[in-house]
C-alpha cells in the first residue's frame, strides 16, 4: 500500500519562500508520476505542478510559472515542490499525489494516492 507523508509549509511572510517535502513508501516509483495541488476553502482544488518520476521531467502550471521548483530524490523517495515569491493568495492546505503514469498529469482525478496536506499561510 502506497503512504504519501507530508511535511514542511507553515506561516511565511509575503514575498518569502517555503518547501513542502512529500514522503512515501509502499513501492517503487518508477514509471510514476507524482503531482501537487492546492485546495483554498471557496475555491477549486488546483493544479500546482507534476514530475516523472522516472525523469524527472516538470510541469508547472501557467499561473504559477516562475514561483514554483518541484525536484525528486529518487534515493530518498522524496519530491519537493519550492514556492517562491509568495502572495496571500497563495494561502492553502498543498497535497501531493501519485499516479502510474509515464507523463505528467494536471487532473486531480487522475491520481490514485494522496498525501494528508500541508497547511501553507501567507502573511501580508
Known amino acids: 500500500q502506497i503512504q504519501l507523508v507530508q511535511s514542511g509549509g507553515g506561516l511565511v511572510e509575503s514575498g518569502g519562500s517555503v518547501t513542502i517535502s512529500c514522503t512515501w513508501s509502499?513501492?517503487?516509483?518508477?514509471?510514476?508520476?507524482m503531482g501537487w495541488f492546492r485546495h483554498a476553502p471557496g475555491r477549486q482544488r488546483e493544479f500546482v505542478g507534476a514530475?516523472?518520476?522516472?525523469?524527472?521531467?516538470?510541469t508547472i502550471a501557467d499561473s504559477m510559472k516562475g514561483r514554483v521548483t518541484i525536484t525528486r530524490e529518487t534515493a530518498k523517495n522524496t519530491m519537493y515542490l519550492q514556492l517562491d515569491n509568495l502572495k496571500p493568495e497563495d494561502t492553502a492546505p498543498y497535497y501531493c499525489?501519485?499516479?502510474?503514469?509515464?507523463?505528467?498529469?494536471?487532473?486531480?482525478?487522475?491520481?490514485?494516492?494522496w498525501g494528508q496536506g500541508t497547511q501553507v499561510t501567507v502573511t501580508s
Open positions: 509502499g513501492r517503487t516509483f518508477r514509471g510514476y508520476a
Open positions: 499525489a501519485s499516479a502510474f503514469s509515464p507523463i505528467r498529469l494536471t487532473v486531480a482525478l487522475e491520481y490514485n494516492d
Open positions: 514530475i516523472t518520476w522516472t525523469g524527472g521531467r516538470t
